[in-house]
T-cell receptor, first 110, second 115 residues
Framework: QKEVEQNSGPLSVPEGAIASLNCTYSDRGSQSFFWYRQYSGKSPELIMFIYSNGDKEDGRFTAQLNKASQYVSLLIRDSQPSDSATYLC??????????FGTGTRLQVFP | DAGVIQSPRHEVTEMGQEVTLRCKPI?????LFWYRQTMMRGLELLIY????????DSGMPEDRFSAKMPNASFSTLKIQPSEPRDSAVYFC?????????????FGPGTRLTVL
């Protein structure tokens, strides 16, 4: 079992819709959770992180964490074509290193 | 700040040759990470340093790979000898770890092709 699992997609949503990206992790000791966005041919960039159960909102983005279910999600409201990218979920356990999922490709069509 | 700087941006070499990738982290960051990204395996951590000291190199695939950080502003990842399966994008990232948040800033990457 991979430590961090994501559906590779692509997830296709129409412009203006809500995109929901999901991630599960295997280690209950995981402490912090991150969402990175990676445009094709570019490097990953941090969107947001979360470490407490519940929701965390930042503009059009909402991260949701459920530690009991070992599940973290990212919601993108009012999706735009410019949101089309690969979204990487990552977790930190009790060390300093991030463990990344393989990413979900999101396509937002006009 | 210029961000994390990597060189070269592209490298094409032949099997058996030595390859050296370079990274300059963001000034003041005390963590440096080397990653490899492929379609099949995604983004994999190879090694990371804290205050120039290697902390975890468990992701280094084999002895052909080595990494150094001689000072706070420079690190190298060397592959000797290179093989076609080493073809990937190699990212360097740096961070200043505070508490349990870890914003890693990635460089633009080096696209390595081994023929």
């Amino acid at each position: 079992q991979k430590e961090v699992e994501q559906n590779s997609g692509p997830l296709s949503v129409p412009e203006g819709a809500i995109a929901s990206l999901n991630c599960t992790y295997s280690d209950r000791g995981s402490q912090s959770f991150f969402w990175y966005r990676q445009y094709s041919g570019k490097s990953p960039e941090l969107i947001m992180f979360i470490y407490s159960n519940g929701d965390k909102e930042d503009g059009r983005f909402t991260a949701q964490l459920n530690k009991a279910s070992q599940y973290v999600s990212l919601l993108i409201r009012d999706s735009q074509p410019s949101d089309s990218a690969t979204y990487l979920c990552a977790v930190i356990k009790n060390t300093d290193k991030l463990i990344f999922g393989t990413g979900t490709r999101l396509q937002v069509f006009p | 700040d210029a961000g994390v700087i990597q060189s070269p941006r592209h490298e094409v070499t032949e099997m058996g040759q030595e390859v050296t990738l370079r990274c300059k982290p963001i000034s003041g960051h005390d963590y440096l990470f080397w990653y490899r990204q492929t379609m099949m395996r995604g983004l994999e951590l190879l090694i990371y340093f804290n205050n120039n000291v290697p902390i975890d190199d468990s992701g280094m695939p084999e002895d052909r790979f080595s990494a150094k950080m001689p000072n706070a502003s420079f690190s190298t990842l060397k592959i000797q000898p290179s093989e076609p399966r080493d073809s990937a994008v190699y990212f360097c990232a740096s961070s200043f770890l505070r508490g349990d948040t870890d914003t890693q800033y990635f460089g633009p990457g080096t696209r390595l092709t081994v023929l």
